[in-house]
């Protein structure tokens, strides 16, 4: 949100992110969005450190954004902004509390880097535990479940059933919500079936994990990816779910709701379960050899080459860069990772895009025997610390702070009662 209307600048020198997102009233992150959507073009600053903008571009769009929310700080329409301090991300690069994610990811666990997420301190060693009680309820309700439900279906049902077995859930506190968080992640993983029956729940998180999504044996190198993966995903700001789990937080729902919130929006196609379409994307590619008939197929049919391209980086997605140089370690995923290589190239000569994280989620699941789904599986257990981290941020603001104003589009009333339906067709004139 606007603190004050941006000021006037020298329009003749360029400003850096920070400046553009000041005078913008915006986030950096903003700023990259708005370079993607075209309102705005930006140049590499010397030294290729950071993008620099021009002052009376930034200017006019600062005066079109003032003029659709009503013209000051008071209206109600521009970008949404909440202040935060989990996540930043800016020119190709994303920060978990000032520190780089992707160096976070790759030298500690997923537990470690949640809870670097949730307080500011690393616990060496950190690991979640589930109490007996809340697996037990959260299992007999997921079983419940028909054969087709989805992942999410599985994970919503888990967060909701594990939330009646837990008397102090209403309890918002720190430590309390700390204490739900490091519970009920290992929970919800829990409550999902084992392939293979003969799995025992020991060991880190990914570990457990693994015997949900695969039924292959899992090596270090295998369980090192996965767990990199679930700690690249413990945030990425303010996506779709994780501003649904802010309402939640905002209105004092406990924390199982508010996760049990952001699992509802995950669910779209847009957000967690694109992984999936990726994954299906990359078999078929697998299938026939080569990317370019797959892709033309995408195209003709106008769709959306899944995997590729994400609105908040100009470049590569870091997350993928990360997992890709991993995967490369794994001598099996050599072919997929060729595939997902093949579809960036052959979709570049369209347009220019990079490969996201669906895409190298897609390389993993592809080349570990898993299903489509467990992409999504991976994003939604993953976002779950950061759902918690963001629900913690919430609970120490002005309760339903969450709450903009609409902008009405209807009949200018008064208007007369409608008259009765009597012929049964709706009409009422």
């Known amino acids: 949100m606007r603190d004050q209307d941006p000021s006037p600048v020298d329009a003749d020198r360029r400003l850096s992110t920070k400046e553009a997102a000041e005078l913008l009233g915006v986030k950096p992150e903003t700023v990259y969005a708005y370079v ?201 700001d303010l996506a779709a779910s994780t501003l649904a789990v802010r309402v939640a937080a905002s209105a004092r729902a406990h924390a199982y709701a508010a996760v049990s919130a952001g699992l509802g929006v995950l669910e779209g196609p847009l957000h967690g379960a694109a992984s999936a379409l990726a994954h299906k994307l990359l078999l078929e590619v697998l299938d026939r050899g080569h990317a370019a008939p797959v892709i033309a197929d995408e195209l003709r049919s106008g769709r959306h080459v899944p995997g590729l391209g994400h609105r908040l980086y100009p470049g590569e997605d870091p997350r993928a860069r990360a997992l890709f140089s991993l995967l490369e370690e794994i001598p099996h995923a050599a072919p997929a990772l060729a595939a997902a290589r093949d579809i960036v190239a052959t979709t570049a000569r369209h347009t220019p895009l990079h490969a996201n994280v669906d895409l190298a989620l897609a390389v993993l699941t592809a080349s570990c025997g898993m299903p489509a789904t467990a992409g999504e599986t991976i994003f939604a257990v993953a976002r779950t610390a950061g759902w918690i981290a963001h629900a913690l941020e919430e609970y120490g603001e002005r309760p339903l702070r969450m709450r903009p104003n609409g902008l009405y589009a209807g009949p200018k009333p008064p208007r007369p009662l409608p008259e009765q339906d009597t012929d049964g067709t709706g009409s009422h004139l």
């Open 36 to 236: 993607s959507r075209g309102q705005l073009s930006s140049r590499r600053a010397a030294g290729g450190r950071g993008s620099t903008f021009d002052a009376k571009e930034v200017e006019a769009l600062a005066r079109r954004n003032r003029q659709k929310s009503g013209g000051g700080p008071g209206g109600s329409g521009g970008e949404l902004s909440v202040r935060t301090r989990l996540t930043l991300i800016d020119a190709d690069r994303y920060y978990f509390r000032g520190v780089d994610a992707v160096e976070l990811a790759t030298r500690h666990t997923y537990e470690e880097v949640a809870e670097w997420l949730w307080t500011g301190r690393l616990r060496p060693g950190a690991s979640f535990t589930a109490p007996e009680a809340p697996v037990t309820v959260a299992r007999r309700a997921v079983q419940a479940l028909p054969g087709h439900a989805t992942p999410t279906d599985r994970l919503r049902v888990a967060a909701i059933a594990a939330a009646t077995a837990d008397p102090l859930r209403f309890d918002l506190s720190e430590d309390a919500v700390l204490g739900t968080a490091r519970t009920l992640i290992p929970t919800l993983v829990a409550a999902l079936p084992p392939v293979r029956p003969d799995h025992r729940d020991t060991g880190p998180l990914a570990h457990r994990l693994w015997a949900r999504l695969s039924g292959r044996q899992a090596d270090e190198a295998h369980l090192r990816v996965l767990d990199t993966a679930l700690a690249l995903l413990v945030d990425h």
